[in-house]
T-cell receptor
Framework: DTAVSQTPKYLVTQMGNDKSIKCEQN?????MYWYKQDSKKFLKIMFS???????INETVPNRFSPKSPDKAHLNLHINSLELGDSAVYFC???????????FGQGTRLTVV | KQEVTQIPAALSVPEGENLVLNCSFT??????LQWFRQDPGKGLTSLLL?????REQTSGRLNASLDKSSGRSTLYIAASQPGDSATYLC??????????????FGKGTHLIIQP
């Protein structure tokens, strides 16, 4: 029943590892996003996808690679994790254009 | 570059009071403005969406206004309750780009309602 769901909710991993976060939405939206919330709770857009195509990449290191297998899914793969990648990552979705955005519950990534 | 500022950063009031949270943005070319609440360790819950052509939106005890020309929005909470305690986030969707632009967020107002 959840509109935007992310897995896992918590992720603890060592530096240098590769990890993925999955996101799915059942709202019929055609646009999906990844946001990062840093330790100061500031939310910032990372990527946006429309109809499985990358629209925005906000100067994110290329260790971050989003993948959209279909319009309902947008996964985030992170290579060679660094301590500074520790944050809460939020997935969101909306219709294309000036529509309401809905967010997932977030994935708290801790790199040790 | 769009910047969103929220004032105050934190607010603590007794239960039952009416209160106003402020949001300002530097670029008036927006599609819409959205207010969210975030509870500790939780995701974002959408409260109200105001399109650029609208002046206000209401949902229950919440009323949000938008003055696009001056780059300001307010969130009015009537008869506050302890359950309203959360961080309130203001976000704008830029209107100068395409329809898949992400939201630009303020840093939030941390609200505590004292029982």
């Amino acid at each position: 029943d959840t509109a935007v769901s992310q897995t896992p909710k918590y992720l603890v991993t060592q530096m240098g590892n590769d990890k993925s976060i999955k996101c799915e939405q059942n709202l019929g939206h055609d646009t999906m996003y990844w946001y990062k919330q840093d330790s100061k709770k500031f939310l910032k857009i990372m990527f946006s996808y429309n109809n499985k195509e990358l629209i925005i990449n906000e100067t994110v290191p290329n260790r971050f690679s989003p993948k959209s297998p279909d319009k309902a899914h947008l996964n985030l793969h992170i290579n060679s994790l660094e301590l500074g990648d520790s944050a809460v990552y939020f997935c969101a979705s909306s219709h294309f254009g000036p529509s309401e955005a809905f967010f997932g519950q977030g994935t708290r990534l801790t790199v040790v | 570059k769009q910047e969103v500022t929220q004032i105050p950063a934190a607010l603590s009031v007794p239960e039952g009071e009416n209160l106003v949270l402020n949001c300002s943005f530097t670029d008036s070319a927006i599609y819409n403005l959205q207010w969210f609440r975030q509870d500790p360790g939780k995701g974002l819950t959408s409260l109200l969406l105001i399109q650029s052509s609208q002046r206000e939106q209401t949902s229950g005890r919440l009323n949000a206004s938008l003055d696009k020309s001056s780059g300001r929005s307010t969130l009015y909470i009537a008869a506050s309750q302890p359950g309203d305690s959360a961080t309130y986030l203001c976000a704008v969707r830029p209107g100068s780009g395409g329809g898949a632009d992400g939201l630009t967020f303020g840093k939030g107002t941390h609200l505590i309602i004292q029982p």
